[in-house]
């Protein structure tokens, strides 16, 4: 399949251009490079031995996305979109504009050159704080109250993408809702860079590792998990792209909405996080303990079950994998 993938520059478009092009695809990525670098593209072009193209283009640009579609297309899958929690919350219109604005162009220009096959990268975010005891999270799952513009951008694209499909059954769309992706390209030459200091558990505790920052900072460990500290669903970056191929694969051309959760199903704690890349890096990983961050949850993780059934996908990859890869990236970018 000939397929647009939009933020493929970044950090989880990045990985599953490689997968896609791994597969047989052919992707074309578009990406206003606002937080991914050209280079990127060499670098998928150094793991896969097939560059992709790039077109340096905003998807909020109307006419620069039916420019880009004049070139025939079987599907979209839509990464492009800020994601910074904090800095959502101090520029709620700039994450409207981007995210949910963003969306409607591209969904305008897609329509018209009748493109509607469709990949979302949706979040777990929009489950919101969910009661500990209704874990691990169902696609059927309620969708709860964002706690930040970030995580409603993503609600409200949901819904966005439902009544679409409503209006115009032609639309094959797949909302996959990804736990927390971390790691990064065993190869070395992919990975997440964010600017400053991450927000993040893993970039953060990367950091730590090379000795750029001086210990990590825990937020709580009263919350009611088994080490009193927050427990997620980590999700290898690699493992996720590969679900990009597989919903890809199984949905495309075939009617309706498809939810799907993407993690592990499995959830660990930040505790074990450290432990584990103390291990994989064989550095000292100093901590303390500080509180909560505002709009945490507990705990969360995923029911994969319906991704494994429908999509035949499931994680290759566990939390050492994740680490000994976001370590061997890190080593290598800086
Ligand atoms: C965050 C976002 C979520 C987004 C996801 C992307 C918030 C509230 N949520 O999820 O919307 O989709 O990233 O991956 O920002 N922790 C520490 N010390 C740190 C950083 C984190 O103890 O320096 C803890 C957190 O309290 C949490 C866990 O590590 O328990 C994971 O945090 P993080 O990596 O930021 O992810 P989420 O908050 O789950």
Request: glycine share 10%; proline share 5%.
């Amino acid at each position: 399949m000939r397929v647009l993938v939009t933020g493929g520059a970044g950090f989880i478009g990045s990985h599953t251009v490689v997968s896609l092009i791994e597969a047989g695809h052919e992707p074309v990525i578009v990406d206003n490079l606002v937080n991914a670098k050209r280079s990127v593209v060499a670098r998928i072009g150094r793991i896969t031995g097939h560059e992709p193209e790039l077109v340096e283009a905003d998807v909020r640009d109307l006419d620069a996305m039916e420019k880009v579609l004049q070139s025939g297309y079987d599907a979209c899958i839509h990464f492009a979109a800020l994601k910074a929690v904090g800095e959502s919350v101090e520029k709620p219109l700039l994450y409207y504009d981007n995210n949910v604005g963003g969306t409607f162009a591209l969904l305008e220009a897609l329509s018209g050159a009748e493109v509607k096959t469709f990949v979302f990268s949706s979040s777990a975010t929009v489950y919101g704080d969910p009661d500990p005891a209704t874990l691990p999270l169902l696609e059927s799952s309620p969708i709860g109250a964002a706690t930040n513009p970030y995580g409603w951008s993503k609600i409200m694209m949901e819904q966005i993408l439902r009544d679409v499909q409503v209006s115009d059954p032609e639309w094959s769309i797949s909302l996959l809702r990804y736990f927390n992706p971390v790691g990064a390209h065993q190869s070395g030459l992919l990975g997440e860079d964010p600017s400053g200091i991450p927000n993040n558990l893993m970039p953060y505790v990367a950091k730590v590792a090379s000795g750029e920052l001086s210990k990590v900072k825990v937020f709580g460990n009263d919350y009611p998990t088994p080490d009193g500290t927050g427990v997620r669903d980590f999700v290898h970056v690699a493992d996720l792209a590969d679900g990009h191929v597989a919903a890809l694969e199984k949905r495309a051309g075939e009617q309706g909405v498809f939810t799907y959760n993407l993690g592990t199903g499995e959830g660990h704690s930040v505790l074990e996080v450290i432990a584990a890349y103390e291990r994989q890096s064989g550095k000292p990983i100093p901590y303390e303990i500080v509180g909560r961050r505002a709009g945490d949850v507990a705990s969360n993780w995923a029911s994969v079950e319906k991704a494994r059934l429908e999509l035949d996908w499931q994680t290759t990859r566990d939390l050492d994998d994740m680490c000994a890869d976001s370590w061997r990236w890190q080593q290598n970018s800086h």
